[in-house]
């Protein structure tokens, strides 16, 4: 290796470095990062501990659906932002009604349930339609909104390997949950299902990062935007005074 050689590996690991940076920022953002995580899994864990230790779905419901409110109250407190808390509220309020409808206790897991194995489906009839879920979720994350499905095959192919892998990996867990939820107890159920909460959500996460770290760099399209928006105003510019030099040429040569 000579001399020249160094600085264009320099600089290539140093965009390599930036890129990787670029999308764990991105996935943290798009999945609620760590503090997301956790509140996904403190109202289910709240209500199997109560249930297992009372068998009383009443109070078990009720603390799950106020520590999700309680969730949302300290991020609209802290102005941060809100969806991850409201989608858990929503999840843990649809349980609790699906519960005190039934009087069944494995019913409050069961919308989740539901809603899993739908969000597994989508990812992979999404991506053999060729509009890989991830790509939709995370497009405006990386400022590229849909320019991958198009301008950037590389990137495509990324997010098709990433989708497969959160279907496969939701269908997985649904093929755990599903036989426990016709055969085990509620607290059996309940404790299999917050053990497997962040596990293999970790799991897809790490597997998007590995595909789209490797992938080619996001088009931010709205920096072409902008880019052509100035591009425009420049073009406006420079007629303006060539249209400006005529006239007052031949005022000169009148005069």
């Known amino acids: 290796m000579t001399s020249l050689d160094k600085p264009t590996e320099d600089t290539e690991q140093t965009r390599s470095d930036d890129a990787r ?12 990062g760590v503090r997301g995580m956790v509140e996904t899994v403190v109202p289910g864990l709240l209500f199997v501990a109560i249930f297992t230790v009372n ?11 106020a520590v999700s409110l309680v969730l949302v109250v300290v991020r609209l407190v802290r102005k941060d932002t809100v969806k991850h808390a409201f ?6 309020a649809f349980g609790v009604l699906f519960a005190m409808f039934t009087g069944n206790a494995k019913d409050f897991y069961l919308p989740g349930m539901l809603y899993t194995l739908g969000l597994a489906l989508a990812y992979i009839i999404t991506t053999l339609a060729g509009v890989p879920l991830i790509g939709l979720i995370l497009g405006p994350v990386f400022k590229e909104n849909l320019s991958w499905r198009t301008r950037n095959p590389g990137r495509k192919k990324a997010y098709a390997k990433a989708s497969w892998a959160w279907g496969l990996i939701l269908l997985a867990k649904c093929a755990i949950l599903f036989p426990l939820y016709w055969w085990a107890n509620t607290a059996q159920l309940g404790w299999v299902l917050v053990a497997l909460k962040i596990p293999p959500f970790l799991l897809a996460v790490w597997l998007t990062w590995v595909f789209l770290a490797k992938a080619p760099a996001p088009i931010d399209v709205f920096a072409e935007m902008e880019a052509e928006e100035k591009a425009e105003e420049e073009r406006k510019a420079a007629l303006a005074a060539e249209g400006g030099e005529p006239t007052g040429g031949r005022h000169r040569r009148d005069a």
């Open 87 to 92: 989608s858990g509220v929503f999840g843990v």
């Open 55 to 65: 068998k009383d779905l009443h109070s078990a419901a009720i603390a799950a659906l």
């Open 21 to 32: 940076a670029v999308t764990e920022a991105a996935l943290f953002e798009a999945f609620g």
